[in-house]
């Protein structure tokens, strides 16, 4: 196929997914939007090379190491410390979901199944990058299951965190009628320089989008050497990551410094091809055939979350509806962590005081637990489970 006609066509199924989430508010994903309508696509003729002729996947090959070190910077040692309850919580359900499917769910699925759809369900994208390259050899079937797992997460987890955060915003509600809950306004403090920072900052004048990207992929091919002294043993994604981390605190990169860049948007979209490419060697009857293991997979997860979530929680101190909602976060990370605090204090508050005490008392929590969930915790332990084929 023509590569401007490929490209033209996969930025509007893209683009479509893009509306029907925000019509939906991302109950709907915009993956599980274009997953649909590859799959059918391909099903009807779409030629199954579309992804390698609109040059998508050979530019993911060589900026996936750019987005990991960008989900670095986006993370900030001073938050996770303030919110360190949020963080033990999400990390201990994130790692039950992840064991959880593996030993409950492979000994009632295939284990492959349960060994992709493992980490990938305590994450999203990047433990699917990191789990789908390890499996590729195991066949086609794994891959495809590993998507599905992927575009379907979200549908689930989603509604299970807005119906749980809104059951803490009552409660909340509650203790603002009480008058044992009140608005905690900001101290206006003055800017500091950061911890840990080394390196000076950079004009804006002399800060431009090259030379962003150019930092970006002096530290990825950082990664890739550090990963090759392991012998590939240490994946270079999760390397780039805990780079991106580390060379942010010290100056030398920028928090979101692929955005700053006006690069992200491009660059995920190219990634994602590889969430899709799979879809084009399945079936109706292959799809359907996975219905019954992604429930296990799903089912097994959400119980382990509730379970170690609730019990973490409660020695915090925590609600369990609030330690739920924040272990479940591992299903669908930002911009869901920040639409369901948002739509639920607008719905449950009755004055704009009790709107702003929901959104101070819930946000925080949700955005940080997306973060350690999504970001930390399961690319780490996709990583680890990689080693496990």
Not at 47 to 75: C, E, K, N, R, Y
Not at 263 to 279: D, E, H, P, R, Y
Not at 348 to 359: C, F, N, P
Request: proline share 4%; glycine share 10%; charged share 10%.
């Amino acid at each position: 196929m023509n590569g401007l006609y490929a490209l033209t066509i996969v930025m509007l199924v893209y683009a479509l997914g893009d509306v029907i989430a925000t019509k939906t508010k991302a109950i709907i994903s915009m993956l599980f939007v274009a997953s649909i309508v590859f799959a059918v696509a391909f099903w009807n003729g779409l030629p199954s090379t579309i992804f390698t002729d609109s040059a998508l996947q050979g530019f993911a090959s060589v900026t996936v190491g750019l987005l990991l070190v960008h989900m670095g910077t986006t993370i900030s040692i001073k938050d996770l410390v303030k919110e360190w309850k949020t963080v033990i919580i999400v990390l201990c359900s994130t790692i039950a979901i992840c064991l959880g499917v593996y030993f409950i769910g492979g000994l009632i699925i295939d284990r492959l199944y349960a060994l992709i759809g493992a980490p990938i369900l305590g994450g999203g994208v990047v433990a699917f990058l990191v789990m789908s390259g390890a499996l590729k050899a195991a066949g086609t079937n794994i891959v495809v299951f590993g998507s599905l797992v992927l575009v379907l997460q979200g549908v689930f987890g989603f509604p299970i965190a807005s119906i749980l955060c809104r059951k803490e915003a009552g409660r909340l509600r509650g203790r603002i009628l009480e008058g044992t809950l009140v608005y905690n306004k900001p101290l206006e403090t003055k800017e500091t320089k950061p911890k840990w920072r080394i390196i000076p900052p950079i004009p804006d004048d002399y800060n431009g989008p090259d030379l962003r990207i150019a930092r970006l992929a002096l530290v990825a091919c950082f990664a890739q050497y550090l990963s090759g002294l392991s012998g590939g043993k240490v994946n270079m994604l999760i390397i780039c990551l805990l780079l991106g981390v580390f060379f942010r605190e010290i100056g030398f990169l920028d928090e979101g410094e692929l955005t700053k860049a006006n690069g992200f948007t491009f660059v995920i979209g190219a990634v994602l091809v590889n969430v899709f490419a799979s879809l084009a060697n399945t079936t109706p009857a292959l799809l359907l055939s996975m219905i019954g293991p992604l429930l296990v997979v799903v089912v097994v997860g959400l119980a382990c979350c509730a379970v170690v979530s609730i019990l973490v929680g409660r020695i915090f101190g925590q609600s369990w509806y609030m330690s739920f909602a924040l272990g479940v976060t591992a299903l669908f990370g930002f911009p869901g962590t920040f639409i369901v605090p948002n739509e639920v204090s607008k719905s449950v508050g009755q004055t704009e005081e009790e709107k702003q005490i929901i959104m101070q008392n819930l946000m925080p929590k949700m955005i940080i637990a997306g973060m350690v969930s999504v970001s930390i915790v399961s690319v780490v332990f996709a990583g680890i489970m990689s080693a496990w084929v």
